[in-house]
């Protein structure tokens, strides 16, 4: 596969300038730790241009509140999170989400990408004291409702619910029960790339705005 690292390195280079532009003079060298890092893994065909402006996007803003950022970074043996942000006694675990689903499940788009979200949240959460999703303004996130309710009160038959719709689509290892019981999601984040910020917001705040979306498009879960 033809790998344009000159392209690469000119498009991580632009999004960077601007980014920069926003953030104190101390704070630049941890956007360019993460940009260089991106290059170095673009070279290694592991990463790709749409993702890592996404990523140097949320990176900024992390930044901006005082965190020092790595990416693609693994927090166990089987996960390697978009983002992981250390602040102050907090650990923050950020995923990004642009709605993409492969070829193979373009008959079940809808279940594959809700348990995709599903299984974010209940495997990242565990890793970190903060775990946030991340997307794009073009793309709504199936967050199920459960995951904004305490652990002690969600029911078993919700839990199952939940459970079935991953154990389609996750059998190696399975999501466990104990970690959807568990499970939290304590922000959202919205990127708008062609203006080059993230807001964040609460995940109450973001399915009160997408709920209609969601109830008309016959998403219930």
């Known amino acids: 596969m033809y790998l344009d690292v000159e392209k690469f390195r000119d498009d991580v280079y632009a999004i960077t300038e601007l980014l920069s532009s926003r953030l104190e003079?101390?704070?630049?060298?941890?956007l360019n730790f993460v940009?260089?890092?991106?290059?170095?893994?673009?070279?290694e065909n592991?990463?790709?241009?749409?993702?890592?402006?996404?990523?140097l996007i949320c990176s900024s803003e992390l930044i901006s509140q005082g965190y020092n950022v790595d990416v693609e970074k693994s927090v166990s043996d089987i996960l390697v999170c978009d983002l992981f942000a250390n602040g102050e006694n907090e650990a923050t675990i950020v995923e990004i989400e642009t709605g993409f689903t492969p070829p193979e499940h373009a008959l079940d788009t809808v279940d594959y990408y809700t348990a995709r979200i599903i299984s974010k949240i209940a495997r990242y959460s565990q890793h970190c004291t903060k775990f946030c999703l991340a997307t794009p303004i073009v793309n709504v996130?199936?967050?199920?409702?459960?995951?904004?309710?305490s652990p002690n009160t969600r029911t078993d038959e919700q839990i199952t619910k939940i459970k079935n719709i991953c154990d389609r689509f996750y059998r190696h290892p399975q999501i466990k029960f104990e970690e959807i019981q568990n499970a939290r999601i304590n922000s959202v984040y919205l990127i708008n790339t062609d203006k080059g910020f993230a807001k964040e917001i609460d995940p109450e705040a973001y399915l009160e705005l997408t709920k209609d979306l969601l109830r008309k498009s016959e998403f219930e879960i």
Do not use: A, T, W
């Open 25 to 30: 003079e101390k704070d630049k060298p941890k």
């Open 35 to 43: 940009r260089q890092k991106l290059i170095d893994l673009y070279k």
């Open 46 to 55: 592991l990463v790709k241009i749409n993702h890592s402006v996404l990523e």
């Open 141 to 149: 996130l199936p967050i199920p409702s459960l995951f904004l309710n």
